[in-house]
């Protein structure tokens, strides 16, 4: 039925169930997973000039040291669930977008992510990209709360 998971994950706790949800689903199919992480770009009007470059460098290492952080963890859960995996790493202002395009490019049939379940008035401050992933997908999506 599914021949890969695509399974995205920021690094935090929340993700971290999504991951774990993922990995187990991918176990019990005996497939692979591809797992991504979205960095959203640092911009504003504030960054100009040599404090933007500043900053830059600033955003760009620990970006960096996260990555490696999250790939690690990752890596490790995989192999105890001995799931085969994938990392992506996308650079998108909106990682709805980006997650849905790695989906179609790596061949995933299901989506396995996590939601904080924000309602209201905070849904709409903070957004929700898992339900942009849910109104967007062409592919079926999981949601793990």
Do not use: W
């Amino acid at each position: 039925m599914y021949k890969r998971i695509l399974i995205p994950t920021d690094g935090s706790e929340l993700a971290s169930k999504g991951v774990d949800h993922g990995l187990a689903l991918a176990k019990a199919l005996g497939i692979p997973a591809t797992v991504i992480n979205v960095t959203v770009p640092l911009a504003g009007f504030a960054l100009q000039g040599v404090v933007q470059a500043q900053a830059m460098d600033s955003y760009n290492h620990a970006v960096k040291e996260d990555l490696i952080e999250i790939e690690r963890v990752v890596r490790d859960k995989a192999a105890k669930a001995q799931v085969t995996v994938d990392f992506v790493h996308e650079m998108n202002s909106s990682p709805a977008t980006a997650i849905l395009e790695t989906a179609q490019a790596k061949n995933c049939g299901l989506i396995v992510i996590s939601s904080h379940g924000r309602t209201g008035i905070g849904r709409m401050i903070l957004g929700s990209q898992t339900q942009q992933v849910l109104a967007n997908s062409t592919v079926p999506v999981l949601v793990v709360r």
